[in-house]
């Protein structure tokens, strides 16, 4: 069977829906804040992904002042950082992250999530925890923004044409793309034609890397 290959340095990935499914979570916090704010929860939810939640909540309620919309995002916060029920790793996610460790790529994780909610569901999932956990705290433009790549590709100390994006929702592939970035979609909600990229897999078990004949080079094969 024929392969595709990218050269890269480092990796940046995405949280959930790329390495993990916390789906169910997703949908019980945000449907209760829907109907706490008599919002259409279908509305919501085609809202929210790959975005930050507080950039979120301004667009699902531009008529509120940011008082009310900070005090709904602590609301927010605490519950999703609480419940994790059902979060997992997705197929090949934890054998892959630990194949980049034991090869010593660089990696971290760039997720639009909050520092509470991102890393209690790092531990959910039992992923490897990484060097470089970049959220919402970190940054002042959210995805599909480029700004949030970009600081991984420098706190790595990478340029950010030698990384792969892992992404799966389209504001991610559009942050990944807008970065200048290689990017790979996990293809977990979205298909290659909806994404707009050349580069997928429907999920990190159909990935696998090696080494270069460049020091410092890696070889991603799909």
Wanted: hydrophobic share 45%.
């Amino acid at each position: 069977m024929m392969t595709t290959s990218l050269r890269f340095k480092a990796g940046l990935f995405d949280l959930d829906g790329t390495l993990i499914d916390s789906m169910g979570a997703v949908k019980r916090s945000w449907t209760l804040l829907a109907k706490r704010n008599d919002l259409d929860a279908d509305h919501v939810m085609s809202v929210i992904h790959g975005r930050p939640a507080r950039e979120s909540l301004s667009l699902l309620m531009p008529d509120k002042d940011d008082a009310y919309l900070d005090s709904e995002m602590a609301w927010l916060e605490d519950l999703e950082s609480r419940d994790t029920e059902g979060t997992v790793a997705l197929d090949g996610s934890v054998a892959f992250l630990e194949q980049l460790n034991a090869l010593g790529v660089p990696w971290g994780i760039v997720t639009s999530g909050t520092y509470p909610v991102a890393s209690a569901r790092i531990r959910a999932a039992g992923i490897p925890m990484p060097e470089l956990l970049i959220t919402a705290e970190k940054i002042t433009r959210g995805k599909p923004d480029p700004e949030p790549y970009l600081l991984g590709a420098s706190s790595l100390g990478i340029a950010i044409e030698d990384c792969i994006v892992f992404e799966d929702a389209p504001a991610g592939i559009q942050s990944g793309v807008a970065s200048k970035a290689q990017v790979l979609a996990i293809l977990s909600h979205y298909g290659l034609e909806e994404l707009g990229v050349n580069h997928g897999v429907d999920c990190l078990a159909k990935a696998d890397v090696s080494t270069s004949d460049i020091e410092g080079e890696f070889v991603l094969h799909y």
